[in-house]
């Protein structure tokens, strides 16, 4: 499985765009990017996965290069309720029968 | 409420004691996980079941833990001679593998608390 870094931590305020970048370098051809968030005392819940370029739904954006070697995932119009911690995940569909989580990414939103 | 349930929400229990903790998936998925997280720290995966058949344990899964999904629908996760290491949010999931979106989805998790 890819190994992943996103940074630490991330501060914004409400209705600004969070841009929260993952690197993985070792990404290989089968692998998919997916993305989780967690909240406080809750179990982690899927926010969108791609192989290249865009995808969009109704809660995020995830960009993704040509090389595939890092992904961007974008929350538009950020509110309190974000405040979260964000998981990037790399692996092809055997690799994501066993989810491999990093220390994600703690954002928070401030007023 | 359709979602991933777990019961107790929380449990604390003296060091030595065995504790077993249920898991209800969604009903239409095969596929159930458990997972374990700590303070800080991303979810670390436990093991998983395809139906009633347990097809992986990681490494972490000591001889004093077992879990058992008997009829392919709930799984329980049972701790024997439960340490002070032990403590922490025990996560359970569950997904149903459809074309090129794998997403599981998951409970809200059992806190164990060794004294």
């Known amino acids: 499985l890819a190994k992943t870094t996103q940074p630490i931590s991330m501060d914004s305020y409400e209705g600004q765009e969070v841009n929260i970048t993952c690197s993985h370098n070792n990404i290989a051809t089968n692998d998919y990017i997916t993305w989780y968030q967690q909240f406080p005392s809750q179990g982690p819940r899927f926010i969108i996965q791609g192989y290249k370029t865009k995808v969009t739904n109704e809660v995020a954006s995830l960009f993704i290069p040509a090389d595939r070697k890092s992904s961007t995932l974008s929350l538009p119009r950020v509110s309190l309720s974000d405040t979260a911690v964000y998981y990037c995940l790399v692996g092809d569909m055997s690799g994501f029968q066993k989810l491999v989580f990093g220390t994600g990414t703690r954002l928070l939103v401030s007023p | 409420d359709t979602g991933v349930s777990q019961d107790p929400r929380h449990k604390i229990t003296k060091r030595g004691q065995n504790v077993t903790f249920r898991c209800d998936p969604i009903s239409e998925h095969n596929r159930l996980y458990w997972y374990r997280q700590t303070l800080g720290q991303g979810p670390e995966f436990l093991t998983y079941?395809?139906?009633?058949?347990?097809?992986?344990k990681s490494r972490l899964l000591s001889d004093r833990f077992s879990a058992e999904r008997p009829k392919g629908s709930f799984s329980t996760l049972e701790i024997q001679r439960t340490e002070q290491g032990d403590s922490a949010m025990y996560l359970c999931?569950?997904?149903?593998?459809?074309?090129?979106?794998?997403?599981?989805?998951f409970g809200p998790g059992t806190r164990l608390t060794v004294t």
């Open positions: 079941f395809q139906n009633e058949a347990q097809l992986e």
């Open positions: 999931a569950s997904s149903l593998v459809v074309g090129s979106t794998y997403e599981q989805y």
